[in-house]
């Protein structure tokens, strides 16, 4: 099944700085990858989300790049704040009609942490 | 609009008891999924249901979970008997359409002694 790696596990920048978030999926097949943000004690926020036929998207300070032949995708945020910190995840998934189902399959996670 | 909205928040109870966790997913949506956060394992789906009924549940664990909806506005994800291995967070999330972005409740935090 779907397996998805996500680096590194724990990112601490400068406020002002960028920080990148890596994933790597398995199977070729998946075509949807959202990317969440988690805050203590709250549950998963859905902050960007890329489908398989797009390259590149970009919500402001967010942007998230995928490369189908490499199977992997990032996540950018730049002018990181304090108000950045929190934990990320990215997931993948393959839609029914390319033989999987809705499920995300979630990364474990970058503990981000953005010093004033 | 309101959210995914769970409770209990936090439910404590000892090993053996049944456990209900409930979910009012968000109002229009037709999926509904639940999922499971642990240090050990990170967050992976238990079920989802497309309108109401039940679509994917390879990731319920054993015979001791089980899931319903019995309408379109809640949900239940049942332990029982429950065992200290099952602690965890619980989230429900729910989307439009199976294609459409996932959106989670704050969760519900189980701990079985």
């Known amino acids: 099944g779907e397996n998805v790696e996500q680096h590194p596990s724990t990112l601490s920048v400068q406020e002002g700085d960028s920080a990148v978030i890596k994933c790597t999926y398995s199977?070729?097949?998946?075509?949807?990858f959202p990317w969440y943000k988690q805050e203590l004690g709250k549950g998963p926020q859905l902050i960007i989300d890329?489908?398989?036929?797009?390259g590149e998207k970009k919500d402001q300070r967010i942007a998230v790049t995928l490369n189908k032949t490499a199977k992997h995708f990032s996540l950018h945020i730049t002018e990181t704040q304090p108000e950045d910190s929190a934990v990320y995840f990215c997931?993948?998934?393959?839609?029914?009609?390319?033989?999987?189902?809705?499920?995300?399959?979630f990364g474990s996670g970058t503990r981000l942490l953005v010093r004033p | 609009d309101a959210g995914v909205i769970q409770s209990p928040r936090h439910e404590v109870t000892e090993m053996g008891q049944e456990v209900t966790l409930r979910c009012k997913p968000i109002?229009?949506?037709?999926?509904l999924f639940w999922y499971r956060q642990t240090m050990m394992r990170g967050l992976e789906l238990l079920i989802y249901?497309?309108?109401?009924?039940?679509?994917?549940d390879s990731g319920m664990p054993e015979d001791r979970f089980s899931a319903k909806m019995p309408n379109a506005s809640f949900s239940t994800l049942k332990i029982q008997p429950s065992e200290p291995r099952d602690s965890a967070v619980y989230f429900c999330?729910?989307?439009?359409?199976?294609?459409?972005?996932?959106?989670f409740g704050d969760g519900t935090r189980l701990s079985i002694l």
């Open positions: 999330a729910s989307s439009r359409q199976g294609s459409q972005p996932q959106h």
């Open positions: 199977d070729s097949a998946s075509n949807y």
């Open positions: 890329i489908r398989s036929n797009v």
């Open positions: 997931a993948a998934s393959i839609s029914p009609e390319s033989g999987g189902s809705y499920k995300l399959i």
């Open positions: 109002s229009g949506h037709d999926y």
């Open positions: 249901f497309n309108n109401n009924v039940p679509i994917d």
